[in-house]
């Protein structure tokens, strides 16, 4: 049950902007497939070609970090953010980018780890060490 | 200010627990720095010694994922929770493990964009797709 | 599934002060609806009353904000907060007191936006400028 | 202590990319002072560019909301969040756009208000109403 | 660094309505000692009264938990929430209420480790079981 | 719908490290229901064996908190950190340790009065006062 309504394909024809991005991610990922998130932006299109575009930069372009260790972060921000579909979508796209079952079960034992130390950093307070302040 | 006192190197001398612990970590580390999260436990030697065990497995033995990516998730969780002594202990972290200033940039891209996506998805309430589903 | 039952009007009725509240709710909102936030409180008559007081008075009360812009700020605690039920309730809220389908989507654009640099300045643990303190 | 340094004018005259956009906040604000957010994210200029354009379009666009009630909102998302500097900022922004004192208290009524039934509601894990439900 | 000034007392002799309930706080807590959180909110009496009532109720009134347990339940809130300014005041109640070091060794490795489950579940994404339900 | 499978017990039978941990979750609680966190976890048999050893440790081991009033810690930060599966456990846990009616109603009060107090402090950001200083 969500707040709008997932648009469909029939819809999203009627409509350029929406068709336009649709088609470019269709295009990209190379599969027919468009997961709900977009269906529920579709709504706004300026906002839908906003995120995809984004999407496609930061996620996309070849840089400094591999395609997988992106998502491994994506997954890390939705999880401690409590984000069921993020992480239900990214945990999907980052198998897809060839994530191994050793690779998530160490992905998932950080996370917790972290989520332990920063309960333990907040409920003692910890001060900043001088040391590690930036040069 | 923190709700315990950093315990000095003169007291952690005194508590044979917390001497081993202390010295493990300069030794594991090759470094005499103890870092003010360690002074905080050791109040409580039993949990000092939990946490530094959790951490040397989950951050320092070799596995599916490089230590550099293991630092960068640990920062995207504590990004996510808003943990700002861990987000300086871990980019800290990163940067002595060889994180280059492009690879902190991308880092705090995917961080932002996750925090936007993830925020977008509750607000619209976006139902998972079954194709997410784990077969 | 809940961790507490939701009270019927049947049972609300045989419990004066919970009565009491189930009727005002319905009077000062013109409709016989009692949505389920209500009726798992009102196993704790008390809390009932005082968070029913508390909602009547800060969304109900004539000031200097509208009834619609008020709405808006709920949404978006909620949201950050991933209450979903919250979401829902107040989405619904909304929209019973006016808001377009244009406000809606800036609603959500504004929360992506601030979702993404939230965690932008976290990530780079940005000092407050002295300039934003209240004289 | 910031994990980046704070980009100075000096330094920024020497990136044209970044320059330019420190130039079109300065004009579009009609005002000399750029604050710490855009001077941490300047060491990205792509990200600069990209989160100014943002802000920009979806903070500073005439549309269905007010520019004062997206200052709310935005003030509303930073406090569920924790971000300090964010909450500082955008209150010294909606005081700038003229939120009177009686405004902020009411929003920060609404907000405190917010928390505690997101936190009932969470607590009690409230199930959702069909008739939120969206037709 | 705040987004409203701290009410002095002389300023608070001034408005009757705030007065009282820093007289009451002070007869209350057997202390002339006023914490800063009060003076923040006395610049909206109404809000001041209304939630020093509430928590005059739920905190001071005799009841099924012992003054120790709220505080420790507080505690634990306000770390998983990451508000600083609460962990302190309300750790320092609880140390004015009794609470012994290995008390709060205790509380602190139990918040550590709900912070590390809640982050496995919610990554993992596990399902609830139908024997938690309430019958 | 998880993002890894849940472990039968027959699986379990073959994994002599998760059979292990099962055994021992089952003798600790005299009870032979193994809820789906740990079959969930069982994929990571050293994971699994990690989390139950601290599980039992702290919250099993007699010392300064009672065992209720430990699991009523755990679903104070498990309702914050909006983990749904946890607080429908720990609130069956909290049960069965004898939790009454009245106690849940206490700790929904206490876990929404400070929701509430954690956004006012957060949206006025005030300051730590130095009274709360550990000697």
Redesign the interface.
Known sequence: ??????MTDREAEGIPAVKTVFDDIRATRKSD?I???WR??A??PA?LS??WT??K???GTP???DPL??E??????????????????H??AARAKGM??????????????????????????????P????R
């Open positions: 049950m969500a707040t709008v309504k997932m497939f997961n709900n998130f529920a932006l709504h706004d906002q906003r995120i984004q999407v930069t930061i996620m840089g400094a970090l260790t992106r491994l972060i994506y997954i890390a921000v939705s999880t401690a953010n409590g984000c069921s579909y993020c992480i239900h979508s945990t999907a191994t079952d050793a690779q998530h079960r160490e992905l998932v034992s950080i996370i917790g780890l972290a989520g332990q130390t920063n309960h333990l950093v907040t409920a003692l307070q910890v001060p900043v060490d040391e590690f302040d930036v």
